[in-house]
């Protein structure tokens, strides 16, 4: 596959999983271009990698934690600056979006490890082994907690707005 | 099997919500091949510079160092005075030169009277 192809494939699905983990689409779409650019690099460098989707998804994971982590630091400081009225946790601009914001909100209540193979699982859309080599888990385990992160978020999210889904719980 | 319905249907609701617009999935895509297409400047080179930095920053040193040093090692200085078409050369260490026209023609056989008072 064509690695032109491969990136166009993979950024949707990386902003789609940054902005799950972040809740900021300008972070997002960060995070999700510095992954595809180390995938290129790699790619240019030595060939493609043996998964490119659990390769530049590893990256993006790293990544969206070290974003995580810098922001709560700069958290305070930017309060102070006035930078953070630009940028909650949930982006202003998508506040409205209830159904973004409701499905953020679920995912938060969810145990960081089960978030995250759901994520990798039905937005990466990778298959288990490669969620299991991303996670650094056993693909047995990760099949268990993206079971539980199912349920878990039938019961956590509302009723949809059109009336599709009745609330199970 | 309403349940199963249910579970696919969380899994439809995320991915619907998390929808990116393709207009900012083609700019990540057009930046990351642009920005990985740029050769990295490699590591070495950056050795390299580090290197070539130190090494003229001690050569300047070592310049600066031997120009003060051969400075200090300077002949001590002298005092140029002159009296009409006589000058007078005097060094800081007590030595004295005194350097005057040529004699116009020879003076060979002339003698001095010493008379004394």
């Known amino acids: 596959m064509e ?53 530049t998804f590893a990256i993006a994971k790293r990544r969206v934690g070290r974003a995580i982590a810098r922001r709560a630091l700069t958290a305070p400081l930017d309060a102070l600056r006035g930078v953070a009225r630009d940028e909650p946790g949930v982006d202003q601009a998508y506040e409205d979006r209830t159904e973004l914001a409701s499905v953020l909100s679920a995912m938060r209540a969810l145990g960081r490890a089960d978030r995250d193979a759901l994520l990798l699982r039905v937005v990466g859309e990778l298959s288990f082994d490669e969620i299991a080599n991303v996670t650094g888990s056993s693909p047995g385990a990760v099949k268990m907690r993206i079971s539980r992160a199912r349920r878990r978020l039938v019961a956590l999210l509302p009723e949809h707005s059109n009336g599709r889904r009745t609330q199970s719980a | ?105 020879r003076t060979g056989g002339n003698y001095v009277i010493v008379i004394p008072q």
Do not use: F
């Open chain 1, 3 to 55: 690695l032109e192809a491969v990136v166009a494939t993979l950024a949707p699905r990386l902003i789609a999983y940054a902005l799950a983990r972040t809740g900021c689409r300008g972070m997002a779409e960060d995070i999700a271009q510095e992954s595809l650019t180390a995938l290129v690099r790699r790619w240019q460098r030595a060939g493609p990698p043996a998964s490119p989707d659990g390769y």
């Open chain 2, 1 to 105: 099997m309403d349940d199963e319905r249910n579970l696919h249907e969380v899994d439809a609701r995320v991915r619907a919500a998390l929808m990116t617009d393709a207009a900012a999935s083609d700019r990540v895509t057009a930046r990351a091949l642009a920005d990985g297409s740029v050769r990295a400047v490699p590591r070495n080179w950056y050795a390299v510079v580090i290197v070539a930095a130190l090494i003229v920053v001690l050569g300047a040193g070592v310049w600066q160092w031997r120009r003060t040093t051969r400075a200090s090692a300077a002949p001590p200085s002298l005092a140029i005075t002159g009296h009409g078409s006589i000058l007078v050369v005097d060094s800081e260490d007590g030595r004295r030169w005194v350097v005057g026209p040529a004699p116009a023609r």
